[in-house]
């Protein structure tokens, strides 16, 4: 691998981690190519052939993912988890979610049961399919 890509994965590794980490903050790809020090069309190109998806839907997938983990073990509202993991609105979230999941946060909840398994294998195990 040359010196070249190996310094391109890094700073798209650096933008990914950051949208690991602030997925529930408001996260633009201009935002995200700061943080990766290129331009925002360069970073949406190179991200995509990096990691198989475009910036906004790996951060949609991301906030997906943590709301399901809200919606299995916890009893609070879908309305508070969508405001908690970054969607500005029930709307946009549910349908992102049925989008990414394949039913509705409701119909989820009603059938997911909180396993009595390490949460490492349950993330896993019930990630979603890109």
Avoid at 40 to 48: M, S, V
Wanted: positive net charge.
């Amino acid at each position: 691998m040359s010196r070249a890509v190996e310094e391109t994965n890094r700073r798209m590794l650096r933008a990914r981690d950051a949208m690991d980490r602030f997925y529930a903050q408001p996260l633009d790809v201009p935002a995200l190519a700061r943080i990766a020090h290129v331009s925002p069309a360069h970073f949406a190109r190179t991200f995509r052939a990096t990691f198989g998806e475009t910036p906004h839907r790996y951060l949609q997938r991301r906030r997906v993912e943590r709301a399901m983990f809200l919606l299995r073990e916890t009893d609070r509202s879908i309305t508070d988890i969508c405001f908690e993991v970054g969607f500005g609105s029930p709307g946009t979230f549910s349908r992102t979610f049925r989008d990414v999941v394949g039913r509705s946060p409701r119909e989820y909840r009603k059938q997911a049961v909180a396993l009595d398994v390490p949460t490492c294998f349950t993330m896993a195990w019930m990630r979603p399919s890109v």
